[in-house]
């Protein structure tokens, strides 16, 4: 079976662009969480999509926003990037909110 | 406070050793417990997964929960080179998919 896929891996934006991630769940999952990785704060929660709808949302401002699609992909927007959006944004599928969560390996975000 | 604490390390130990990685918490509504690695620009990838109290094996590695003390232990016996990496601890609620995840350890097994 497939793992999480996440696109890009890599990517250079600049202060006040916008950016999407995207992310592809293992086969037969239905639920997407997101997570912000920064040596500072370690792994943070962002947010939860289940079958299309948000059931959780973590601390972050409103630039931080996500969709689920009917086939469970899922992406996630940050517009008017700040450089203290620089992270690693991490995918990760389950298939229900009480099972493991298994990761994608990333998105790499550098802002300047 | 951290709802989750965990000692960053880094912690080195010879090949062979018995390795004790810890986190402990805060909030008691806490009920699925797991541990994680995590390699250098990699994901995390799943190592241990416990519901609730209990000690759970698996190969080398043994996942320890006391709730009555809000304290979670690894374990990795006769650790590996190999095993040199970033552990996170990680735990959640009842129906929720939200992790909350310690800081992580960095360990690094010498040869």
């Known amino acids: 079976k497939a793992g999480v896929t996440q696109t890009p891996r890599y990517l250079i934006k600049t202060r006040g662009q916008q950016v999407t991630l995207s992310c592809s769940p293992i086969?037969?999952?239905?639920?997407v969480s997101w997570y912000q990785q920064t040596p500072g704060q370690g792994l943070q929660f962002l947010f939860e999509?289940?079958?299309?709808?948000?059931?959780n949302k973590g601390n972050f401002p409103g630039r931080f926003s996500g969709r689920q699609f009917s086939n469970s992909r899922s992406e996630m927007n940050v517009s008017t990037l700040e450089l203290g959006d620089s992270a690693l944004y991490l995918c990760?599928?389950?298939?229900?909110?009480?099972?493991?969560?298994?990761f994608g390996p990333g998105t790499r975000l550098t802002v300047l | 406070q951290k709802e989750v604490e965990q000692d960053p390390g880094p912690l080195s130990v010879p090949e062979g050793a018995i390795v004790s990685l810890n986190c402990t918490y805060s909030?008691?509504?806490?009920?699925?417990f797991m541990w994680y690695r995590q390699y250098s620009r990699k994901g995390p990838e799943l190592l241990m997964y416990?519901?609730?109290?209990g000690n759970k094996e698996d190969g080398r590695f043994t996942a320890q929960v006391d709730k009555s003390s809000k304290y979670i232990s690894l374990f990795i016996r006769d650790s590996q080179p190999s095993d040199s990496a970033t552990y996170l601890c990680?735990?959640?609620?009842?129906?929720?998919?939200?992790?909350?995840f310690g800081q992580g350890t960095t360990l690094q097994v010498k040869p």
């Open positions: 990760a599928s389950s298939s229900s909110s009480r099972d493991t969560q298994y």
């Open positions: 086969s037969g999952h239905r639920s």
């Open positions: 999509y289940f079958s299309e709808t948000q059931r």
């Open positions: 909030n008691s509504a806490f009920q699925y």
């Open positions: 416990t519901y609730s109290s």
């Open positions: 990680a735990m959640s609620a009842l129906n929720t998919g939200k992790l909350i």
